[in-house]
């Protein structure tokens, strides 16, 4: 970090990210150099054969080759390992080295077109020379040193492509040093209307099978807008995202240890009542209807639950070419019926007691299924969470609108809104949710609303929309959205929705703001940081495996000598007298300054009332001992940050949270007098 800057433009790698890359180079080579080497001595004698002199220069010509590019690699490695983060001054002649590597890359294309010519002609038509013909060995060791050399051209052409920035194209027709200084700040501040085509060709491509209709045209802008403006004013590398990672778990586990409270933006939290039902009943409650949220995942997800016998299990419930019958229970499901019966074998449901069931995927249009639970007497909706990438492009359409609750005035997010309002009209058009009390021939059921991640964001609006129908409805939220709802829908849904979180799972805390938060003490650590990124990158490995050392790295030091480690040439985010106002989101699929009197701009949180399900941490607990878990009623405020922990993600697994709630469950039990 900041971006190297090679062949008249920025690359979405920095000069510091050339240490692994390189070793592994390195190594590769030098198993490819030994290789060659040691055919060459042992045949040196056998080389007198049609085209031997011409194999003899190929083969000293090759191994100089490998030599050159080996040295010149351990010396980009050594130049890529110094300096900070921030610090680009001691790495300044990478550029240098890499105009270097790449004419001895193109020296070694050339001269594998000179081992292909030698190797693949018919040696078996030519002559022998003085009665003696060309080692077969030998002549299979030139082939295979050509298509490895074509292979390793591939791979390198692949890196090129991924690390190509579409962005980065600057003028560097002057060698002035103050209009030198200018080029990151005139990097970020003209590419505001490039950056959000170049995202929305990206979400094209990702989301090619998405169509082409209303929803999508207007799902890309949103996505393309909103990732432009997050990311206009920081001139960084993925890699150098993954080192602030690792800094900000490094400051988390200064901070804990020291007894201090967390870093928390200064934002207005919203205040929820604890509610009436007892925990352990409400904790008994979430873990009965998680079976529906699971279900809803369907036959992928019970393949992943169940990888050694759940294939036997699904095909006592699939009924083949179904798609070809009338009367199917679900609609748009596979030919199979596979996902209908992943339904059955998670819930133990019968085909009578499925009301309704939909797979059609879209964007703005998750799957979801209605059923009858005769031992809770609930009519269950069950809404599933994301699968596929047009349901990422639904959770990615983050901008906030408003929803149509009367005496209300509650904004939420646009793309799980219209996901929840898609759901509404099916389920008021089919009348689906009365055909499911006339099924059950009884007045004493209530609607249940369950989900998880999309799904639970999804279930939560749809819950706020159909209170007003079925006012005993409640909703079982699994690891909701953190920026869901603004907070009078928190306070509105507070006594119907309870959202269950698992640890320090991301989900729930992912905001517009906690993620402009992120950015900011992400900016903050790396410029604080005087060690080199591969040095944090494998001080991350280490402590993964083997957790923090008992003496963290002092703040002190990384503030010492701080101002002589920042380049001023190449800065991390644009906040200079002279650059332009910062942008945010507005909510309307385009960046606006902050200065616009326009923009309405809405703090989103997440839904109801919290469980907080953490686990107890056991120093004698073995990696491979059972975990253990406590539950308790959280507040807002608790999920009003990140947490930076490789289990942010494992705790979103919605099998994770499964077991969680299952360890509870079994702790309620009453144990035998």
């Known amino acids: 970090m900041p971006a190297l800057v090679a062949f008249g433009r920025r690359w979405a790698i920095g000069s510091d990210d050339f240490v692994f890359p390189g070793i592994t180079s390195v190594f590769i080579r030098l198993l490819w ?20 002199e011409l194999l003899e220069a190929y083969f000293i010509g090759f191994i100089a080759l490998i030599s050159l590019a080996i040295i010149l690699e351990l010396i980009i490695i050594y130049t890529s390992g110094q300096g900070s983060i921030t610090n680009t001054h ?48 030998v002549v299979r060791a030139v082939k295979g040193t050509v298509v490895t050399s074509w292979i390793i051209s591939f791979f390198i052409l692949i890196a090129v492509f991924i690390f190509f920035d579409p962005l980065g194209s ?114 008994d409650k979430c873990c ?17 639950d169940n990888m050694s016998c759940g294939l036997c299990n ?21 030919c199979c019926n596979c996902n209908t019966s992943a339904v059955k074998q998670l819930t133990n449901l019968k085909d009578k007691d499925i009301v309704y069931m939909s797979y059609r995927n879209k964007i703005y249009e998750v799957p979801f299924f209605v059923a009858l639970d005769h031992n809770e007497k609930a009519v269950v909706v069950s ?76 279930a939560s609006l749809l819950s706020i929309m159909l209170k007003s129908r079925w006012p005993s409805l409640t909703c079982f939220a699994y690891a909701p959205p953190g920026g869901l709802i603004s907070a009078a829908g928190v306070q509105y849904s507070a006594d119907f929705i309870c959202s269950v979180v698992l640890g320090e799972d991301v989900v729930p805390r992912l905001t517009l703001e906690t993620l402009d938060d992120l950015k900011e003490r992400m900016s903050s650590v790396i410029k604080k940081s005087t060690r080199p990124k591969y040095q944090l990158m494998l001080g991350a490995c280490w402590h993964s495996f083997f957790g923090f050392p008992e003496k963290l790295p002092e703040e002190s030091e990384d503030n010492s000598g701080n101002q002589e480690s ?101 702790q309620t039990v009453p144990e035998d007098v």
């Open 383 to 458: 809404i599933r969470g994301t699968l596929s990438l047009k349901d990422a492009l639904t959770d990615a359409t983050a901008e906030c609108e408003q929803m149509d609750i009367e005496g209300h005035e509650i904004y939420a997010h646009k793309g799980i809104l219209r996901s929840a309002k898609t759901i509404k009209t099916i389920l008021t058009d089919n009348q689906i949710i009365e055909q499911a009390f006339q099924k059950a021939e009884s007045d004493d059921y209530s609607v249940v609303v369950v989900g998880h991640s999309l799904g639970a964001g999804t």
């Open 33 to 52: 150099l030994a290789a060659i080497a040691s055919v060459y001595i042992s045949h040196r004698e056998t080389l007198r054969c049609p085209g031997g």
């Open 90 to 137: 001691p790495r300044r002649f990478i550029p240098l080295f890499l105009y270097i590597r790449l004419v001895i890359f193109l020296l070694e294309l050339v001269w594998s077109g000179v081992g292909a010519y030698w190797g693949f002609s018919e040696w078996e038509n030519r002559t022998p020379v003085e009665g003696k013909a060309c080692d077969m060995s």
């Open 288 to 304: 009965h209807y998680i079976f529906y949220a699971l279900g809803c995942y369907g036959w992928m997800y019970y393949m992943y």
């Open 170 to 283: 600057i003028d560097d027709t002057t060698d002035d040093d103050d209009e030198h200084l200018s080029h990151s700040r005139e990097f970020l501040s003209t590419t505001g209307n490039a950056a959000k085509q170049v995202w929305e060709r990206r979400c094209r491509l990702l989301c090619c099978c998405a169509g082409n209709d209303e929803n999508s045209q207007d799902a890309f802008s949103d996505v393309s807008a909103l990732m432009a403006t997050f990311f206009k004013d920081l001139d960084i590398v993925p890699s150098d995202i993954a080192a602030g990672l690792v800094l900000l778990q490094y400051d988390q586990e200064r901070h804990q240890r020291r007894g201090e409270r967390p870093h928390i933006p200064q934002r207005i939290i919203p205040l929820v009542p604890p509610p009436i039902m007892p925990l352990e009943e409400e904790v």
């Open 566 to 666: 920042l380049d001023p040439q190449q800065p991390l985010i644009d906040d200079s007298p002279g650059s332009p106002i910062r942008q945010v989101y507005s909510g309307e699929g385009s960046s606006t300054s902050t200065s616009s009197q326009s923009v309405h701009k809405v703090a989103l949180y997440p839904p109801g009332h919290f469980i907080w399900i953490q686990e107890t941490r056991s120093v004698n607990r073995s990696c491979f001992g059972k975990r253990r878990y406590e539950a308790q009623f959280g507040r807002h405020e608790d999920f009003s940050y990140i947490i930076i922990n490789p289990s942010m993600v494992t705790d979103h697994i919605p099998n994770n949270l499964f077991h969680a709630l299952c360890y509870l469950k079994e």
């Open 314 to 334: 699904l095909c006592r419930h699939c009924q083949c070419c179904m798609c070809c019958r009338s009367g199917r229970v679900a609609q748009h499901d596979n």
